[in-house]
Each structure stands twice: as C-alpha cells, then as structure tokens.
C-alpha cells in the first residue's frame, strides 16, 4: 500500500518562510508528477505547484518568484518552499502524487491527508 505523508505547516508571520515536506511510503511503486495544493476555508481546492519526475515545475501565479517546488527521487519525497508568505497563502496544504505499482497497468491519483499552513501576526 502507497501512503502520503506531509509534514512542515505550522504559524509564521507574515514574510515568514516554512518548508512542507511529503514523503510517499511503501514498495513497488514508481511516481510520476507530484503536487501540491491549497485549500482555504469557504474555498474551492486549487493548485499550488507541481514537478514531474524529471524535474519540470509548474506554479499558480499566485505563488510564483515565491514558492519553489522540489523533489528527491531517490527518497520518493517532495517539498514545497515557502518564503514572503501572505496571510491569504493560510490554507490546508495536500500533496498529490501520480503513481503506478509495479503489479498495476495504470497509475492512480494519491493524496496526503493535508497539513496547515497559518499565516498570522
């Protein structure tokens, strides 16, 4: 079984940094593209970034020259650095990840349980 794990939200003010991390368990599996997204109360779910397995990134324009996206393949992890945070970067952040196991002929959507992320003075 392949598990999404998040890690890194927190409390900052603004113009604070944070870094999430999302570590994908298990065995026998081969990721394609990850991603981040956001979800603030009263609002849709929307995405925030993403970076295919060859290290291609994609940002909202929201986040961009502010948020970098990252992966380390090797550890089947993805991170999301966050600096010049706003308070209406404050949301739910869930990691998202095309994957294929090996015993599979297609690959799935899988989503981490979501980790906060509070931009406040």
């Known amino acids: 079984q392949v598990q999404l794990v998040e890690s890194g939200g927190g409390l900052v003010q603004p113009g604070g940094s944070l870094r999430l991390s999302c570590a994908a368990s298990?065995?026998?599996?081969?990721?394609?593209?990850m991603g981040w997204y956001r979800q603030a109360p009263g609002k849709q779910r929307e995405l925030v970034a993403t970076v295919t397995s060859g290290g291609t990134t994609n940002y909202a324009d929201s986040v961009k020259g502010r948020f970098t996206i990252s992966r380390d393949n090797a550890k089947n992890t993805m991170y999301l650095q966050m600096n010049s945070l706003k308070p209406e970067d404050t949301a739910v952040y869930v990691c998202?990840?095309?994957?294929?196991?090996?015993?599979?002929?297609?690959?799935?959507?899988?989503w981490g349980q979501g980790t906060q992320v509070t931009v406040s003075s």
């Open positions: 998202n990840a095309l994957i294929r196991r090996h015993l599979s002929d297609y690959a799935m959507n899988y």
């Open positions: 298990g065995t026998g599996f081969t990721i394609y593209t």
